[in-house]
T-cell receptor
Framework: AQSVTQPDIHITVSEGASLELRCNYSYGATPYLFWYVQSPGQGLQLLLKYFSGDTLVQGIKGFEAEFKRSQSSFNLRKPSVHWSDAAEYFCAVGAYSSASKIIFGSGTRLSIRP | KAGVTQTPRYLIKTRGQQVTLSCSPISGHRSVSWYQQTPGQGLQFLFEYFSETQRNKGNFPGRFSGRQFSNSRSEMNVSTLELGDSALYLC???????????????FGPGTRLTVT
């Protein structure tokens, strides 16, 4: 069965510092992987997605993620965070079969220190 | 292009009542998925509708049901509300749905349901 683990519940980084949010997945075949961001009172916005090909994926708002099959990871990175990046981030894995659905991780809340 | 809209945004109901939530997808999108978000369980998939047919279903009791209309608008119904049904209910639309190649979903702002 598919599963997604985001080991960090809450992370605080200083504005301008680099960021890495961890995501580990469990899936028997090559997964389809996503990162979403949710600001307070808002729905989810897709940051980036990985289906196949280049394992380093560029997304919106300066985010990128790297798919590492050997480590079953899909970590999200940003070289320099801005105060507006404070939000909840969700990693998700999809399986495209007749019973397809997307499984979300529990989320990582990001706070930015001025 | 207008985004996904959900109505109402906030709702307070009493245990035992029923509720209907509405979702209007992005124009041209034929798939609508529903999710329940709670602090304890996180984001959980409820069901997906595509061209008026339920295509996928999560692990929720039969009290949770939905439907989709010919214009792709979708409604979700919860009957005999329980305290544990208090949650943010999110709707997401996509062109081809979760079985499509891209699978990219666009989420609405959600409906915050409080059951007292």
């Amino acid at each position: 069965a598919q599963s997604v683990t985001q080991p960090d519940i809450h992370i605080t980084v200083s504005e301008g510092a680099s960021l890495e949010l961890r995501c580990n997945y469990s899936y028997g075949a090559t997964p389809y992987l996503f990162w979403y961001v949710q600001s307070p009172g808002q729905g989810l916005q897709l940051l980036l997605k990985y289906f196949s090909g280049d394992t380093l994926v560029q997304g919106i708002k300066g985010f990128e993620a790297e798919f590492k099959r050997s480590q079953s990871s899909f970590n999200l990175r940003k070289p320099s965070v801005h105060w507006s990046d404070a939000a909840e981030y969700f990693c998700a894995v999809g399986a495209y079969s007749s019973a397809s659905k997307i499984i979300f991780g529990s989320g990582t809340r990001l706070s930015i220190r001025p | 292009k207008a985004g996904v809209t959900q109505t109402p945004r906030y709702l307070i109901k009493t245990r035992g009542q029923q509720v209907t939530l509405s979702c209007s997808p992005i124009s041209g999108h034929r798939s609508v998925s529903w999710y329940q978000q709670t602090p304890g369980q996180g984001l959980q998939f409820l069901f997906e509708y595509f061209s008026e047919t339920q295509r996928n279903k999560g692990n929720f009791p039969g009290r949770f049901s939905g439907r989709q209309f010919s214009n792709s608008r979708s409604e979700m119904n919860v009957s005999t509300l329980e305290l544990g049904d208090s949650a943010l209910y999110l709707c997401a639309s996509s062109l081809q749905g979760l079985a499509g190649v891209s699978g990219e979903q666009y989420f609405g702002p959600g409906t915050r349901l409080t059951v007292t």
